[in-house]
């Protein structure tokens, strides 16, 4: 797996999701949330694009970095999930997913440069969020971001989180978390995208960019709505 090398190699830049990701456990679940903004260089190839890949019905995947990297490890590892599912007639616990993308994530770490995220629900322990920044860590977390917009926003984050979130105050913890960094990090930008997965399974949210929240008057172009236009 060498797919940012190669691009390199051959004087090809690949498309950079230096972007903006956040995924935190509520008591009845995950909520995921991303921006919009796919960029090569200074060019915006995509406003609208889905950083969100499912795993397996019940465990997404959150990506940044080089995005042939990390959509090419959504893809082997949906791939193995939907083998390992198929034999054992069971799902797989959001644990065994989150640590075979660690696995490859470790197995490639001088060829890959991707940080990721994996959060889901199961029976056995519910709501969860693991983080998989560049190298192959895996680390399980209440609540994390990465992406080149989260430096923008650990305060936030941090000051912000509760452990007795219901599912609408998780929600509105990801979109403000994701709608500061975009105010605030040039690589961040266009929509925010959100899934939230509970016991009743996969919930999808689309916001516009339009409709963003403006957090610094001083950044983008206000609209009659009091929202803020990106990308």
Known sequence: MRFH????????????????????VYKDGVVLGCDGRVSVGNYISNRASNKIAPLAEHVFLLRSGS???????????????????????????????????????????????????????????GGQVYGCPIGGTLASEK??????????????????????????????????????????????????????VNKDGAHHKYINGSQVALFQDEVGLSLPGGGMLLG
């Open 5 to 24: 090398g190669e691009l390199r190699a051959k004087g090809v830049e690949a498309p950079s999701t230096g972007t903006t990701i956040v995924a935190c």
């Open 67 to 125: 995005a042939p990297d990390a959509q090419q490890v959504s893809d082997i590892v949906s791939y193995y999930v939907h083998n390992l599912e198929g034999e054992s007639q069971q799902r797989a616990s959001v644990e065994v997913v989150a640590k075979l993308v660690m696995q490859i994530n470790y197995q490639n770490k001088d060829h890959l440069v991707g940080a990721l995220i994996i959060a889901g629900y199961d029976d056995v322990k």
């Open 143 to 196: 609540w994390t971001i990465d992406g080149s917009g989260s430096t923008f926003i650990w305060g936030y984050c941090d000051s912000e989180y509760r452990d007795d979130f219901n599912r609408e105050e998780a929600e509105n913890f990801v979109q403000e978390a994701c709608a500061l960094a975009m105010s605030s990090d040039a690589s961040s930008g266009g929509c925010i995208r959100m899934v939230t």
